[in-house]
Every structure is written in C-alpha cells, then in structure tokens.
C-alpha cells in the first residue's frame, strides 16, 4: 500500500513494486500480517501538524506505512548473524509493513514462539511495548501495587491490563459499557463505566495512574493517586499544533509543586522488551486482543476506523 503524499487514509493506493532486498545487517521478511496503530495513522495522515516533522512535509518519507509485522524470513544480508531464511520473526520496523515484504536492520526483529499465531505476534510491538514501558520502566511498577488504567479498551490499554495482571498489581479498569465484558474477560479487578460514573471524582489512593486518554487537567487526575503516586500519560489531547505538548507541559509544571509525581513518554523500541512480550505470549500471560481483521487492499478502511477511536482491542492486516 503506497501513498505519495500525507492526507487521509484514502491516499493509500495498492500497487507493484520492486521486492526489497536486505544488505548488511537487514533481513527481509515475507510479511503473514501487521497491525495498525496509531502511530501509523500520524504517519499517513501526517496530522496532527507536528507529525509532518517525522512524516514529511511535502511529500512523505515513508511511500509504505506500517510498523508491526510477523512474517517469516526469506532472505539475508552479508552481515546478518541472527536469522536464517525459514526463521519466524515478529518486531516492529517503523516503516514498510503493508506489503507483501518487508526489509529492516535484524535488531528489529525477534524470534516468534510457535505457540503464537503470526496474528497474535503482529498485534503485540508498538502497542505492547507501551504499555509495558509505561507501567514497569516510566511508572516503576511493583507488585501489590494499585493501578487504574484510563482508556483501557483500546489496543494499549488491553495489554495494559494483562501486564499489570502479569506483574503481580491490582488493576481498575475505564472503559465504555460495551467494553465492560473485554476487560473481565482479561483479568480486570474492578471496572468502571465512564459512561456511569466519573473516576476522577470517585476514585482515590492508586499508586499508578496510566492515562492512554490524556484529557484531564492535574487538579483532577491527582485526585486519583495516593500522596506519593505517578501518573504516566501516553498521549495528549487532540489539538492541531502544539497543544499536546503545551497540555503537557503545564500538567508537569503544576505537578512540581505536589507530592505526587506527573510525566508523559513516548515509547522506545527496545529489543529487551519485545523479548520480554514474546515470554508473555509464550506463556499465555499476556494474549492480544484483536478486534478486526482486514486484507492488504482494505488497509485504508482499516486506518479510517481506528481514527474515529472506541477501538476495543487492536486491528489487524493479513498479507
């Protein structure tokens, strides 16, 4: 799926190309499916303005979007050492994904358990690793701990949830009415209806708040967490310029002055970490949530549902 410009999803267009051959340290990978996050949404859309930075501002640098994939390796390149064509692999390359191959530096890649579907393995990098940086790197999160996850229905959030579980912490968990089910089916301890009842209002004492919402101002998200808790956001309000970080920004400068602890990141691949998911699929700790599936050529209606939100879950390509 090639776009020659930013705009919206429409701008994708299936065509041929060249099939891309791996030199170096790079492995090229028959791609089985990848799924789509938001990430890739920014980078076709190149909205908000401040995508077009990394997107491109005329013309984009990134003709193939999509950076989670599972595939199997087909080809190496002279200075590859890890795989071997006939290796399963699954990571996150940034760029390239919606197509039938991908190519990308080795160290984006780690071995898929055979337990795991190519599915399952595609929907778990970018939204997995956030979740798992948020909570254990950024939020210091320990067992016994208790922690509510804001925005907990979507494709972060879910793996939030199991990650929490994972880790031996208690979890709450907000989502709509419809997703109620979603989350008691992953192991929520307690879970509140936005739509019934207002957390920042009821809700005290947690010692991690992990908001994947980013629409409330710190008089009241501190409200939520105990004298000595953090609140770790993951996003920002939806503005057309700088008003994620100016938000932000203030939310920081005002959390200086209170015992309690506000930061906002933005997630590093770390191969470290994807190892760490790819023990927690293994193990069925942790299992994706998918929630639609979408061949190669509906990859625009794909990145068209997920920007209009209430995402229970991940979506999915399969090439």
Same mark, same amino acid.
């Given at each position: 799926?090639?776009?020659?410009?930013?705009?919206?999803?429409?701008?994708?267009?299936?065509?041929?190309?060249?099939?891309? &051959?791996?030199?170096?340290?790079?492995?090229?990978?028959?791609?089985?499916?990848?799924?789509?996050?938001?990430?890739?949404? !920014?980078?076709?859309?190149?909205?908000?303005?401040?995508?077009?930075?990394?997107?491109?501002?005329?013309?984009?640098?990134?003709?193939?979007? @999509?950076? +989670?994939?599972?595939?199997?390796?087909?080809?190496? &390149?002279? +200075?590859? %050492?890890?795989?071997?064509?006939?290796?399963?692999?699954?990571?996150?390359?940034?760029?390239?994904?919606? %197509?039938?191959?991908?190519?990308?530096?080795?160290?984006?890649?780690?071995?898929?358990?055979?337990?795991?579907?190519?599915?399952?393995?595609?929907?778990?990098?970018?939204?997995?690793?956030?979740?798992?940086?948020?909570?254990?790197?950024?939020?210091?999160?320990?067992? &016994? =701990?208790?922690?509510?996850?804001?925005?907990?229905?979507?494709?972060? @959030?879910?793996?939030?949830? =199991?990650?929490?579980?994972?880790?031996?912490?208690?979890?709450?968990?907000?989502?709509?009415?419809?997703?109620? +089910?979603?989350?008691a089916s992953i192991g929520a301890d307690r879970i509140i209806d936005y739509t019934r009842q207002d957390f920042a209002r009821?809700?005290? @004492?947690?010692?991690?708040?992990?908001?994947?919402?980013?629409?409330?101002?710190?008089?009241?998200?501190? =409200?939520?967490?105990?004298?000595?808790?953090?609140?770790?956001?993951?996003?920002?309000?939806? !503005?057309?310029?700088?008003?994620p970080i100016r938000a932000l920004a203030l939310r920081k400068a005002q959390s200086l002055f209170d015992t309690r602890t506000?930061?906002?990141?933005?997630?590093?691949?770390?191969?470290? !970490?994807?190892? =760490?998911?790819?023990?927690?699929?293994?193990?069925?700790?942790?299992?994706?949530?998918?929630?639609?599936?979408?061949?190669l050529e509906k990859t625009s209606e794909a990145l068209r549902s997920l920007g209009e939100g209430h995402s229970a879950g991940?979506?999915?390509?399969?090439?």
């Open positions: 799926m090639v776009q020659g410009r930013c705009g919206g999803p429409d701008v994708l267009e299936l065509r041929e190309v060249d099939r891309p &051959g791996p030199t170096g340290n790079e492995v090229c990978g028959e791609v089985w499916a990848a799924s789509v996050n938001m990430y890739d949404w !920014h980078m076709t859309t190149g909205y908000p303005f401040l995508a077009r930075l990394e997107a491109g501002l005329r013309t984009t640098k990134y003709p193939i979007s @999509g950076g +989670d994939v599972a595939g199997t390796v087909v080809a190496v &390149g002279e +200075d590859a %050492a890890q795989f071997r064509p006939g290796d399963e692999v699954f990571g996150f390359v940034g760029s390239g994904a919606f %197509a039938e191959y991908v190519c990308a530096t080795e160290t984006r890649f780690v071995a898929k358990p055979p337990e795991v579907s190519f599915e399952e393995a595609a929907a778990t990098p970018l939204a997995g690793i956030t979740a798992l940086e948020g909570l254990q790197d950024v939020g210091g999160l320990r067992a &016994g =701990q208790r922690v509510l996850i804001s925005g907990a229905s979507g494709g972060v @959030g879910t793996f939030a949830v =199991q990650i929490v579980k994972a880790l031996g912490a208690e979890i709450t968990a907000v989502c709509s009415t419809v997703k109620v +089910d979603l989350m009821t809700e005290s @004492g947690y010692d991690l708040l992990f908001d994947n919402v980013g629409d409330r101002p710190w008089s009241q998200t501190r =409200q939520v967490l105990s004298p000595t808790g953090i609140l770790v956001t993951v996003t920002g309000p939806k !503005h057309r310029w700088a008003g506000m930061t906002w990141f933005t997630a590093a691949m770390k191969r470290a !970490h994807l190892e =760490q998911l790819a023990g927690l699929l293994a193990s069925g700790t942790v299992k994706p949530v998918i929630e639609e599936t979408y061949p991940k979506r999915l390509i399969t090439v």
